[in-house]
């Protein structure tokens, strides 16, 4: 009996013992979720998770019933399992583990879809990041079913599916093998994050890391720190830590230097009650070392609200930055502030609804070569997450940004842009972070796109007929410089080509014997992404024989023995009528003539009647009959002999005789 005793009392105390185990973790878990220490927040709410699972089975734990005295000491509301299920979805989604995040809010779609509606917007967010485009448009579509208040949410959701297709076409674009991109490796990629890369000089290159510092004890570690590395070729060297000051629980990065490499500015933030709190700084140069941040004053570090992400811009006269503050369209807007001769903020303005939504745009560069700001937002159309956009302008000035698109971006965040591209390619040398190949965190990768050579192609033609000219010199002609660049000679279908770097405002010139020149004036196309630009063709006017010469004309036929033109004949007239056409201002008269076979009265009246048929058509092609006159010459013009000097037939001579001609009259 005594044994029994026992044994009921071990086996209430181990069910006491577990269950405050199950509590404790429960209530680890919401005080660090309440201090929005996600992390640990995650690993509690899966311990209580687990035990609940393991040890209580179908009889889920619930605080506020346990009648163990060991819990009663300790009898603090936590949350419900459903609610565990929420939070720790939303613990790894705002750590940016997508698969941890869909498994969790799957599970609590599953439990309890109703208590949390937001959770099948936020399943579908991670199905997208995960790339399960297919199953995140459905579930967008079941949330927009389900969602019925028309707020942020719905209009993002709509947003998002419009996004789902714009991925599915970016995976798809023909260029994707212009683009390299690659992840860097260590030791510029550790444990955490490294991200915003910035350029300390030509060779060195600043980032903002939570690696682990070794020096500054366990209970340092994952705290955003500023490091340098040397960088040659893409290739990276050893990582240093930037001689800047830092209080042990601050974190500071992003950073932005002046043009003289004296004054940097950079971001500080604090955790405090769960809720981020940033402001932008600045440090003097002080030889080798950093003089000790100051707070930049109230007019770019509003009160109540977080300022971050400064960027100077090459002239150094503007500072760009990320900010909450009031006067903003939502979220965080880009702002710039006007900077003094040492430095300082003396003004300051939001950029403007086109670059500016009612969400989030952040980490402002500005690529000066190419007059292209860069920045990330995650309230347009994209690939999903932050995207990085660009806008051509200036500080007051900026045209519709656009996205980069894949690969440049990525399903998931893309976030911190610098290049050393020239005008034409700003993605010639780029570095970024993203967090598109980790569990959580954003790294650091060197982008290389290479443009490939532009074509341009085009024709020449005669005006009269369209037929392609060959033989004709083509120049190209750079209308800035004003001097050829290019020279070729048409082939017999009248093409010409070449390739070009990139395109430019040129100008092609066409000459050839026995036709006036001709010109095109050329620009980028539409898609300046175009590799190949197709030019109109150039057409040549034939030049206006001397008054008074007559040129035969080829190919004009007569019905035997009468003035009936042939069809055989209506192109040769064409380029007559081509020739009245592109030279209003001259007449002429169309004569027609025969060989000596019949009396000369026969000979004349063909001769009219068949130049006048050739009028006739002049005139219904549109040409004025004023400018034509019909005349017949009979056999009184021959131009070869009709009979050879012994008297006998001349068939070649006869036929060369029966001819049409025209000649200029006048000017």
């Known amino acids: 009996m005594k044994k029994i005793i026992a044994t009921g009392i071990l086996a209430c105390s181990l069910i006491a013992a577990n269950a405050q185990f199950t509590y404790d973790y429960l209530r680890a878990a919401d005080n660090y979720y309440k201090k929005a220490d996600y992390y640990s927040a995650a690993q509690y709410y899966e311990k209580y998770l687990g035990t609940a699972k393991q040890k209580l089975k179908k009889e889920e734990y619930s605080p506020y019933t346990v009648s163990s005295s060991a819990v009663k000491k300790n009898n603090v509301p ?7 299920l929420y939070r720790v979805a939303e613990s790894y989604r705002l750590l940016h583990d997508h698969t941890r995040a869909a498994q969790y809010y799957a599970q609590t779609l599953e439990a309890n879809a109703g208590e949390f509606p937001l959770a099948r917007y936020y399943y579908s967010v991670e199905l997208r990041a995960l790339g399960n485009y297919d199953q995140a448009e459905k579930e967008f579509n079941r949330f927009l079913d389900e969602h019925t208040s028309e707020d942020q949410y719905t209009e993002s959701a709509k947003k998002e599916l419009m996004s789902l297709r714009f991925i599915q076409a970016q995976l798809k674009k023909k260029d994707l093998k212009l683009y390299n991109v690659q992840k860097a490796g260590t030791p510029l990629n550790m444990e955490g994050a490294n991200y915003a890369p910035v350029w300390l000089n030509e060779n060195t290159l600043l980032f903002t890391s939570t690696r682990i510092d070794s020096t500054r004890g366990k209970d340092q ?3 955003n720190r500023v490091y340098t590395t040397p960088v040659n070729d893409g290739l990276t060297g050893e990582v240093k830590l930037l001689p800047l000051s830092q209080a042990n629980t601050q974190h500071q990065g992003v950073v932005s230097l002046t043009p003289d490499g004296n004054t940097l500015f950079l971001t500080r933030w604090m955790i405090t009650g769960g809720k981020k709190v940033s402001g932008i700084y600045s440090s003097k140069k002080n030889g080798n070392d950093w003089s000790e941040p100051v707070l930049l004053d109230s007019l770019i570090n509003a009160s109540g609200a977080s300022t971050q992400q400064p960027f100077v811009m090459p002239d150094g006269k503007y500072l760009l930055y990320a900010s909450d503050k009031a006067g903003g369209y939502g979220g965080f807007d880009i702002w710039y502030a006007e900077l003094d001769g040492s430095g300082t903020p003396i003004r300051t303005e939001n950029l403007g609804p086109v670059i500016n939504t009612i969400y989030d745009e952040q980490a402002p560069y500005y690529h000066a070569p190419s007059s292209t700001l860069v920045f990330s937002g995650n309230g347009r159309v994209g690939m999903g997450g932050y995207d990085f956009f660009y806008s051509k302008g200036e500080i007051d000035k900026w045209a ?12 998931k965040d893309d976030i911190y842009f610098v290049s050393k591209g020239n005008a034409r390619n700003v993605l010639e040398d780029v570095w970024l972070s993203s967090d598109r190949e980790a569990v959580c965190c954003l790294e650091l990768f060197y982008l290389r796109k290479v443009l490939p050579r532009k074509q341009i192609s085009g024709k020449v033609v005669a005006c009269e007929d369209q037929l392609p000219l060959q033989g004709v010199t083509i120049n190209i002609l750079d209308t800035v410089q004003n001097k050829v660049v290019y020279t070729q000679t048409t082939a017999s279908d009248g093409n010409y080509s070449f390739t070009l770097d990139e395109y430019q405002p040129l100008k092609a010139v066409a000459a050839i014997s026995g036709y006036g020149n001709g010109s095109l004036p050329f620009y980028t196309p539409v898609d300046e992404e175009a590799d190949l630009l197709v030019n109109p063709a150039i057409c040549l006017v034939k030049d ?14 007569y019905d035997f023995d009468k003035a009936t033109l042939k069809k055989e004949s209506y192109a040769s007239l064409d380029k007559l009528v081509g020739l009245l056409k592109a030279h ?3 007449t002429i008269e169309l004569s027609a003539h025969t060989d000596n076979k019949g009396n000369n009265e026969y000979n004349q009246r063909l001769s009219e009647a068949r130049a006048r048929s050739c009028v006739e058509y002049l005139i219904s092609k549109g040409i004025d009959k004023g400018r034509l006159q019909a005349k017949g010459y009979g056999s009184l013009q021959p131009i070869a002999p009709n009979s050879n000097d012994d008297g006998s037939d001349n068939p070649e001579g ?3 005789n029966r001819r049409t001609e025209f000649k200029v009259l006048g000017k």
């Open 78 to 84: 936590v949350s419900s399992k459903q609610l565990a």
């Open 400 to 411: 519709l940004p656009v996205n980069f698109g894949y690969p440049v971006n990525s399903v």
């Open 544 to 557: 206006v024989p001397p008054i008074d010469e007559a040129i035969v004309m080829d190919n004009i036929y």
């Open 584 to 586: 209003p201002e001259i």
């Open 221 to 223: 570690s994952h705290i």
């Open 654 to 656: 006869r036929q060369q």
